[in-house]
């Protein structure tokens, strides 16, 4: 009788401690901050918000896919499918939250036209990212990519480069510290946010606004109906949160809602 006791008293421990408990991964800046401002919202309404952050692009999937997390957010959509063609974890896209515009980067420059002939310029190494960085660099009229490549352009589809750039592809999370090594390097905002470089202020080009690389939520599938999911949604995409990422971002990070 006393086990059975115990046996029941443990499992209504446990499952008190995930009832309304939401675990998120992201990436620290800005995405656990945007998550730090809600959590008070939600807590309000009965979520446990537990914040796990990462500083790279790979794990945040793979702790999604074993159950480590319910949730995370680091990543865009054309991330997320390249990252699935190799690893199919049967990860789908959820809501849009913000887009942080990519941006060229450099301590030797102060334009884009001081870049001197064979400078190395540091780009992201994981598909999706180093196609972007490619196409920013092909818009700045540094070098020319074959016609239809889009995101999934590598350095190998370049057709022109008149002052003979050299490539140098590096993990994301890198590019800020290999900034003193390089004449240039394309860094995700948030990697830059978080090294205290200004995307406004510092970036040489920044992406456009309108880039369709919206920051979003990813999880599996029926979590996307899960109410406590559905509750982060709607306080991530709320007139508070807009308003929070314009003032505290000033423009570097822009409302994808």
Not at 99 to 118: N, T
Not at 187 to 202: E, F, Q, R
Request: aromatic share 6%; glycine share 6%.
């Amino acid at each position: 009788m006393t086990k059975h006791l115990f046996l029941i008293a443990a499992l209504t421990l446990t499952a008190s401690a995930s009832a309304g408990t939401l675990r998120v991964g992201a990436s620290p800046v800005p995405h656990a901050e945007i998550l730090e401002f809600v959590k008070p919202t939600l807590a309000k309404q009965g979520v446990n918000l537990v914040i796990r952050e990462f500083s790279d692009y790979v794990q945040p999937n793979l702790a999604l896919a074993d159950g480590s997390i319910d949730v995370n957010f680091f990543q865009h959509l054309p991330y997320l499918n390249s990252f699935q063609k190799d690893r199919p974890l049967g990860i789908v896209a959820g809501a849009k939250v913000h887009v942080e515009p990519i941006g060229v980067y450099s301590r030797r420059a102060q334009k884009l036209s001081d870049l001197k002939a064979s400078a190395t310029i540091a780009i992201p190494n994981d598909p999706s990212n180093s196609g972007r960085a490619l196409k920013l660099l092909e818009r700045a009229g540094l070098i020319r990519l074959k016609a239809g490549v889009g995101v999934s352009a590598t350095v190998l589809d370049i057709t022109a480069n008149v002052k003979r750039l050299r490539f140098r592809e590096l993990e994301a999370a890198q590019l800020p510290r290999a900034l003193g090594d390089v004449d240039a390097a394309v860094i995700n905002t948030n990697y830059a946010l978080d090294a205290g470089l200004n995307p406004l202020k510092d970036a040489l080009l920044l992406e456009d606004k309108r880039s369709p690389y919206a920051n979003l939520l990813a999880a599996k599938p029926a979590t996307l109906k899960n109410p406590d999911y559905l509750k982060l949604v709607k306080a991530l995409q709320s007139p508070e949160v807009k308003a929070f990422i314009l003032k505290k971002y000033s423009g570097a990070v822009v409302p994808a809602f």
